[in-house]
């Protein structure tokens, strides 16, 4: 009987992905980790400081610990705030601590995320199966990453690990329609992307009135807010596509 679990494979590419942005920010000197990223009064270090304390909320939302997301949100005045507590955090210290910080975090992160059962409810906003919670973790590794190379002027590669971010951008759609304040998707939508490899991913019936097609990594950046829909190169067919690119987001 073939193995109906997918969260050890997707832990596996969680690893990947954190070791890909670990040797990128391994070796950087005091100066390197203050340059400015993308991300609006953020730099290097504030970017790592966000991954190791959402990483610690992650473990204590998936073990009860008194670190839950809601648990933070409650404590604080807004959501922002809770993200903003833990970039805080980062800047008392050095870079180089910021890292060990985040290391530390992600070791027990992924010891957590292994061990949970695929029926598991992860409390996480609106609650994720645990598969898209470690999904979740994963794209948020690689958006941020996606800004430390733009701060560090160095170029990402992009892998077929990306196929796991355009799942959850599909399936976040409906979230993202409410977030945005626009009704959920009204027709089915067929999204076809190209990915590193030359494999083609897919979700959505294949006639589907609504389409979206081109590269995995314009598709991927598009959902996390990282390039705009109107100058990403993807095609969307039917006015409902159009829309659906437009306020698309995978992340809280």
């Known amino acids: 009987m073939p193995d109906r679990n997918p969260v ?51 473990v204590d939302t998936c073990t009860g610990g008194a670190r839950t997301l809601q648990a933070c949100i409650d404590r604080s005045a807004s959501a922002e705030d809770v993200t903003l507590a833990g970039v805080l955090r ?5 870079g180089a601590a910021v890292l060990a910080w985040w290391r530390a975090a992600r070791a027990r992160e992924v010891e957590v995320l292994a061990g949970l059962e695929p029926s598991v409810r992860v409390p996480w906003g609106l609650g ?28 990402p590669i992009d892998t077929d690990r990306l196929a796991h971010v355009a799942w959850l951008g599909v399936r976040s759609l409906p979230y993202a329609c409410a977030v945005a304040g626009e009704p959920p998707p009204a027709v089915p939508l ?30 991927c950046r598009v959902v996390t807010r990282r390039l ?11 006015d409902e596509a159009v829309r659906l690119l437009r306020v698309a987001r995978c992340y809280l």
């Open 8 to 58: 050890p494979g997707l832990v596996a590419d969680l690893v990947e992905e954190t070791a890909a942005l670990d040797a990128l920010v391994g070796e950087l000197d005091p100066d390197a980790w203050l340059r400015p990223t993308p991300a609006w009064q953020w730099d290097v270090r504030d970017t790592l400081a966000h991954l190791a304390d959402t990483d610690e909320i992650a």
């Open 90 to 94: 980062g800047r008392r210290v050095a």
């Open 128 to 155: 994720m199966s645990a598969p898209a919670f470690v999904t979740a973790r994963l794209m948020e590794t690689w958006a941020h990453a996606l800004d430390v190379h733009a701060a560090l002027g160095s170029t």
């Open 190 to 219: 067929r999204v076809e992307l190209d990915l590193p490899s030359g494999a083609t991913w897919s979700a959505g019936p294949d006639d589907a009135p609504a389409r979206i097609r081109g590269p995995a990594g314009a598709f």
């Open 228 to 238: 705009p829909a109107a100058i990403a190169g993807l095609v969307a067919e039917g």
